[in-house]
Every structure is written in structure tokens, then in C-alpha cells.
């Protein structure tokens, strides 16, 4: 029975699963903010590079000189040969398998690693928790002028966030490019379970935070791939998304921003100028309209439900305020410009509901209030 469902699966070509896999860590590395601007550019550049890939050479002179600072590695990724690609399924990892080092730090050096890691990309899309398992995790290395932090070939231990120090990149013994006191090393081996790249050696004394392999991929490869998981669910239940196509619905995943509220707490306030919206992945939230120098509630929405669009579509402030009822309530949050980009399919479907809003407007207050009026 399960060879003949096998034999009916759609066969996954390995280069298709590499290429999409390399531009999925390219961009969730880099997180920038059009998928689509920066998929022509990446795509554009790894066809340009393409005749080096093919004779699956690097290290030459001309391929070496001919990167430059803002360029993503393409050779580098694509000669690698993607073990990760087959390796690894953030599904059959779990979290309580195996415990996570914890490394104690003062109140002081605490401070200074998350100053450090303030700016890396790769944990922006980390939760709470998952940050505070990253930063526990972080241990502090203090290294000398002269001292090889990684030499090209060697397996993977470590990635590293530059806390201070100068650091230079050597491949095949050629000077490649220099770390001042700031940036991200040793990630590649670890992203794709291959030997290091290159040689990262001090030149002065410095402080680097790192984080072991197994930390690496078991908390910040899983959540961005988590991230998808997580939202895909939220999204797939959401009934006005039923009009994005699944693409569509994967770059929404990638834009949402998880923000929990307490019991009470306040989430938007009527009269503010709007920044973004909401969906709901767990707990209740109490729409609330100022009247008469009180508030009166309007709607409870739950799972599934979403709200805060009306000001985005209406180019008002915000038409009523929203707090948190019953316990923590768990929120995806869109920005306004996400909204912009991702959600035009929906417009109708969002449209056709604040419609509904204008009539319930009536029922509630016995006039309509002018809520959704863009003149
Ligand atoms: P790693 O785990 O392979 C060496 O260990 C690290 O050097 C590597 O991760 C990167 O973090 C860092 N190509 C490959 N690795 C580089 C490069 C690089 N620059 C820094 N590292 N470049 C491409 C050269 C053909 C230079 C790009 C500017
Ligand atoms: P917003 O951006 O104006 C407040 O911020 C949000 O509350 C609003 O978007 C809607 O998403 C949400 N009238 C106006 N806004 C409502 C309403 C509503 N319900 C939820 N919101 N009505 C309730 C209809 C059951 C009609 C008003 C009586």
C-alpha cells in the first residue's frame, strides 16, 4: 500500500530542492523587504555566475576578486553540495530532545550580547523564548591577534556574532574580505552540514559570542522554518485568505510578526493613526467604541478572526479601540506595508466586510458614524 502511494508522489528534481533551499536561507539570512525585488536580483546574479558553478571551481583568482561586499555567496552556495537539503526536517526534530547548553552570564555580559546580536537578521524572526534559549546558549570567546577562529575545511563547531575586534576572511590563503567590529561568521557550514569555507582569523584582540551547531540548527533553522509551519496553519483558517494563492500565503507567513498581549491590555487605540493589522492565533479580543465618555463593546472576535484592516483600507485613523480579554492572547501582525504588498487579492472580501460594519454601525448606535467614509 505505501509503495503504491509513493509511486503516485510528484518527483522533486535535487536541483530545484537545492535552488529554492539556497534562495529560502539567502532570504531568510537577509530578510529584505521585497521577496520579489530581491528573488529577480539573486536569481539574475546566480545566472550570471552560472558558467563558474558549472566547472565547479572556486578559489581561482578571478572568482574570488570578482565578489564583492554585497553580493550573496552563490558559488559558495551552489557548489556545496546541500546535505541539509536531505538532512534536515524541522519536523522530526524536537525541541525537548536533548537539552539545550545553558551558559550563565552576568547582568553585564548579558547586556552586551544582546546589544551584539541586536542587528543579526537571522534572529529576528526568533519568539521570546526562543531568543532567550539562543542567548543562554551563547558563550563568551575571547580571542588574540593571530588567533584562527576557523580554518576552511574543518567540520563546523561553532557560529559567531562579533561582540568587538577585526577580523580577516581568507580562502585558499587569499585575503578575501575583513570584519570590523561588527557581523555574523561561521553560519555557512553550519546552514549546510559542509566543511567551513573559509579561514577567519583575528587581528586584534576581540570578543566573539558563540553558539554551537547543534543550538544553531535546532533553534534558528527551526524557527524560520517553523515560521512558515505556524502561519501556514493560521492562514489556511483565516476564510478572507481563501482568496491568496498558497505562494501568496507563504509570503504573508513570511511578513507576520508574532506579538502576545495580556489579559486587559490595550492593542489598538481608537484615533491613532494605523500601522499595521491583526490576526488572531489564540485567545478572544473586545472591539470597544468611545461613547459618551465611555466605551461600549461592539464585537468579540476569536481564532481565526483578524482586525485593524478598516484603518489601512480607509486611510482613517483607527475606527474603534481593541484590548486583550481572558488571558494572553496570541497575534500575527501585518504592517501597513505588507498589507499593501501581499494583500490585494483580499481587498473585495475585506471591503464587502467593512461593509458590514457600516450596517451593524446602525443597528448599534441608530446612525451611521462614518466609519469607512475616505472622502
Ligand atoms: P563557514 O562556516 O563556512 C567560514 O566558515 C566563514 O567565513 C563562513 O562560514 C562565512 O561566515 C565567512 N565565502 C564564504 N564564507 C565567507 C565569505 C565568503 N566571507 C565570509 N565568510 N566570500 C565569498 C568568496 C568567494 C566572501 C563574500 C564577501
Ligand atoms: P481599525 O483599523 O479601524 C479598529 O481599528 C478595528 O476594529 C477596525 O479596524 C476593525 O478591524 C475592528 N466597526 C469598526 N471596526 C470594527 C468593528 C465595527 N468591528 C470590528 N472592528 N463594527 C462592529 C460590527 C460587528 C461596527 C461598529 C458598531
Given at each position: 500500500m505505501s509503495s503504491d502511494s509513493s509511486s503516485r508522489r510528484i518527483p522533486v528534481p535535487e536541483e530545484l530542492k537545492e535552488v529554492l533551499l539556497q534562495f529560502s536561507?539567502?532570504?531568510?539570512?537577509?530578510?529584505?523587504a521585497d521577496i520579489v525585488d530581491y528573488a529577480v536580483d539573486y536569481f539574475t546574479k546566480m545566472q550570471a555566475n552560472r558558467p563558474t558553478i558549472l566547472n565547479d571551481q572556486r578559489g581561482d583568482d578571478q572568482s574570488i576578486n570578482s565578489q564583492d561586499g554585497d553580493e550573496p555567496p552563490i558559488m559558495q552556495h551552489s557548489r556545496r553540495k546541500s546535505v541539509f537539503a536531505e538532512t534536515y526536517d524541522?519536523?522530526?526534530?524536537?525541541?525537548?530532545?536533548?537539552?539545550?547548553?545553558?551558559?550563565?552570564?552576568?547582568?553585564?555580559?548579558?547586556?552586551r550580547l544582546v546589544e551584539s546580536v541586536k542587528n543579526v537578521l537571522l534572529f529576528r524572526s526568533l519568539e521570546k523564548?526562543?531568543?532567550?534559549?539562543?542567548?543562554?546558549?551563547?558563550?563568551?570567546?575571547?580571542?588574540?591577534?593571530?588567533?584562527?577562529?576557523?580554518?576552511?575545511?574543518?567540520?563546523?563547531?561553532?557560529?559567531?556574532?562579533i561582540e568587538s575586534g577585526i577580523f580577516k576572511v581568507y580562502i585558499n590563503d587569499k585575503y578575501i574580505s575583513t570584519y570590523n567590529n561588527t557581523g555574523l561568521f561561521g553560519e555557512l557550514a553550519l546552514l549546510y552540514n559542509m566543511p567551513r569555507a573559509a579561514t577567519v582569523q583575528a587581528e586584534t584582540s576581540g570578543l566573539l559570542w558563540a553558539m554551537d551547531r547543534q543550538t544553531f540548527?535546532?533553534?534558528?533553522?527551526?524557527?524560520?522554518?517553523?515560521?512558515?509551519?505556524?502561519?501556514?496553519?493560521?492562514?489556511?483558517?483565516?476564510?478572507?485568505?481563501?482568496?491568496?494563492?498558497?505562494?501568496?500565503?507563504?509570503n504573508l507567513a513570511d511578513a507576520l510578526i508574532s506579538k502576545t498581549y495580556e489579559n486587559g491590555q490595550r492593542i489598538i487605540k481608537q484615533g491613532d493613526e494605523a500601522d499595521g493589522m491583526y490576526f488572531i492565533?489564540?485567545?478572544?479580543?473586545?472591539?470597544?467604541?468611545?461613547?459618551?465618555?465611555?466605551?461600549?463593546?461592539?464585537?468579540?472576535?476569536?481564532?481565526?478572526?483578524?482586525?485593524?484592516?478598516?484603518?489601512?483600507?480607509?486611510?482613517?485613523?483607527?475606527?474603534?479601540?481593541?484590548?486583550?480579554?481572558?488571558?494572553?492572547?496570541?497575534?500575527?501582525?501585518?504592517?501597513?506595508?505588507?498589507?499593501?504588498?501581499l494583500l490585494g487579492p483580499c481587498m473585495d472580501i475585506m471591503k464587502r466586510n467593512i461593509d458590514d460594519y457600516e450596517s451593524q454601525l446602525v443597528k448599534i448606535f441608530g446612525s451611521k458614524n462614518n466609519i469607512t467614509d475616505t472622502r
Open positions: 536561507i539567502a532570504y531568510l539570512v537577509e530578510q529584505p524541522p519536523e522530526a526534530d524536537d525541541d525537548d530532545e536533548g537539552a539545550t547548553a545553558i551558559f550563565p552570564k552576568t547582568d553585564e555580559q548579558r547586556a523564548e526562543q531568543m532567550n534559549q539562543v542567548l543562554d546558549a551563547m558563550f563568551e570567546r575571547r580571542v588574540e591577534p593571530g588567533d584562527f577562529i576557523i580554518r576552511q575545511g574543518d567540520d563546523g563547531d561553532n557560529f559567531y556574532v540548527r535546532r533553534i534558528l533553522l527551526k524557527s524560520a522554518f517553523r515560521k512558515r509551519k505556524m502561519y501556514e496553519e493560521l492562514l489556511n483558517n483565516v476564510p478572507m485568505l481563501k482568496a491568496l494563492q498558497n505562494y501568496e500565503r507563504m492565533e489564540e485567545g478572544t479580543v473586545s472591539v470597544r467604541m468611545d461613547q459618551d465618555n465611555s466605551e461600549i463593546e461592539i464585537s468579540l472576535l476569536g481564532k481565526g478572526q483578524y482586525f485593524g484592516e478598516l484603518a489601512l483600507v480607509t486611510h482613517r485613523p483607527r475606527a474603534a479601540s481593541v484590548y486583550a480579554v481572558g488571558g494572553p492572547v496570541k497575534l500575527a501582525f501585518l504592517d501597513v506595508k505588507a498589507f499593501e504588498r
